[in-house]
């Protein structure tokens, strides 16, 4: 069998578990963003490192099954996004073209690690070290010349567009610069010495290409933003599929209130919403974009649906106490015991406890804002009650806050 058989064959083999290749995957995202302090100053870009090295594993396979030599590789779509979010993050080639040689180095110790535990024979072992080697080489060498003009094209592209200047400007506003406010009014095409509510557009679908996707968030942000009589909004890119905006008021801000947001969902069914508050100059400007970040954040822990708009003083309680992640979950477990079991049950008494705190502990008033009687109501908390740890008038401010939380312990999403 000759070499590109051989090396056909071996990936066949290790790639038959799925599972192997995803975690591949991950050692490659982690070891870059432990290695190059640029890219993981950036949370958000973690995403776009993972889904970049998902594709670039995708087609080293595709193209040994399909007998094509290593030379052949060409850049897979995600990893032309990946190239574009460091041209506009400001990241250098030497950063991007050091990714691909961590990848390649944390790929080859994994190839070499399965290989010693597959196979026994040493001079296969010592063959299928030197064509992992020679492969992954040849690959990566390939891709990077690919890189290297890619990069260079679209620089030069965003560095002339309109959206880099709005960029810059966004991100020194956000960063604090203050100075010089009439100068960013002019370059954004938007005034800040008003009112301002920020707006933040997501998705979570990958199937479309970064360039669309985005132009699809755009087109979305304008139409919810439409709804609520603003004319002249800024909207900007500010991560893979998302983009921010900021609607203005000179007056009392009541033209600034949510009560009719609408976002289209039939047209664009895979985008979410959040919000941050009102609030007045650049301290407001960027004050209300921290704030629907961090009510983006909630609702992606929580696992809200397209369609859905959060807005930030609502969860503002479970954006504050859910920062460290970990630390919410655990203290919802030690205040709820049992009754942070996720079922319909438990969640049927955990939402009734919830009313009857907010209640004053009444009984009459909570079964009036459920609809349901008042003895359903003592049913439910005597119920609840033993569930708990604690009695409940002796942690009414504790249980509180927990059951605000409740939904964040039991979300199975991590967020880089």
């Known amino acids: 069998m000759d070499s590109q058989g051989r090396m056909r064959e071996l990936v066949l083999h290790?790639?038959?578990?799925?599972?192997?290749?995803?975690?591949?995957t991950q050692d490659i995202t982690d070891a870059i963003h432990a290695e190059l302090g640029d890219v993981d100053a950036d949370p958000e870009l973690r995403a776009s490192t993972y889904a970049s090295t998902d594709g670039v594993l995708r087609l080293l396979v595709d193209l040994t099954r399909s007998r094509r030599s290593p030379r052949d590789a060409v850049l897979p779509p995600a990893a032309v996004d990946y190239a574009w979010e460091f041209v506009r993050r400001g990241l250098p080639l030497d950063s991007l073209l050091r990714a691909y040689h961590i990848g390649q180095a944390t790929f080859f110790r994994r190839w070499c690690e399965r290989a010693r535990a597959e196979i026994e024979d040493p001079d296969q072992l010592a063959e299928a070290i030197e064509l992992g080697a020679s492969w992954t080489f040849d690959f990566v060498e390939a891709l990077s010349a690919g890189l290297v003009r890619g990069y260079g094209e679209e620089r030069e592209r965003w560095v002339?567009?309109?959206?880099?200047?709005?960029?810059?400007?966004?991100?020194?506003?956000?960063?604090?610069?203050?100075?010089?406010?009439?100068?960013?009014?002019?370059?954004?095409g938007y005034e800040l010495e008003q009112n301002h509510r920020a707006v933040v557009v997501w998705s979570e679908d990958t199937g479309e290409r970064l360039d669309a996707a985005l132009a699809t968030l755009e087109r979305a942000a304008l139409q919810l933003l439409g709804s609520l009589g603003a004319t002249a909004p800024l909207i900007v890119p500010r991560a893979r599929l998302c983009v921010a905006g900021w609607i203005g008021s000179r007056g009392d801000g009541e033209a600034m209130t949510l009560d009719s947001a609408y976002l289209d969902v039939q047209a664009?069914?895979?985008?979410?919403?959040?919000?941050?508050?009102?609030?007045?100059?650049?301290?407001?400007?960027?004050?209300?974009?921290?704030?629907?970040?961090?009510?983006?954040?909630?609702?992606r822990l929580?696992?809200?649906?397209?369609g859905s708009i959060t807005e930030y003083e609502h969860v503002a309680l479970a954006a504050l106490a859910s920062v460290d992640l970990d630390q919410a979950r655990e203290f919802v477990a030690a205040e709820l015991g049992a009754l942070a079991t996720d079922d319909d049950h438990f969640r049927r008494l955990s939402a009734t406890l919830r009313v009857y705190l907010e209640e004053n502990m009444s009984p009459s008033r909570s079964a009036r804002r459920l609809g349901v009687h008042e003895h359903t109501i003592s049913n439910r908390i005597r119920a609840a009650q033993e569930l708990l740890p604690h009695p409940i008038d002796r942690r009414v401010c504790e249980l509180q806050v927990a059951l605000r939380l409740i939904r964040l312990a039991q979300a199975p999403l991590e967020l880089s």
Do not use: N
């Not at 929580?302 to 397209?306: A, C, F, S, V």
């Open 268 to 299: 664009f069914p895979t985008v979410l919403v959040a919000f941050g508050t009102r609030a007045y100059g650049v301290a407001g400007f960027a004050r209300s974009h921290r704030e629907a970040f961090f009510a983006r954040r909630v609702a």
């Open 160 to 188: 002339r567009s309109a959206a880099a200047v709005r960029a810059q400007v966004v991100d020194a506003l956000l960063d604090g610069d203050t100075t010089e406010v009439e100068r960013a009014s002019r370059r954004l």
């Open 14 to 24: 290790f790639t038959k578990d799925p599972e192997w290749l995803r975690s591949v």
């Open 302 to 306: 929580t696992e809200q649906r397209p």
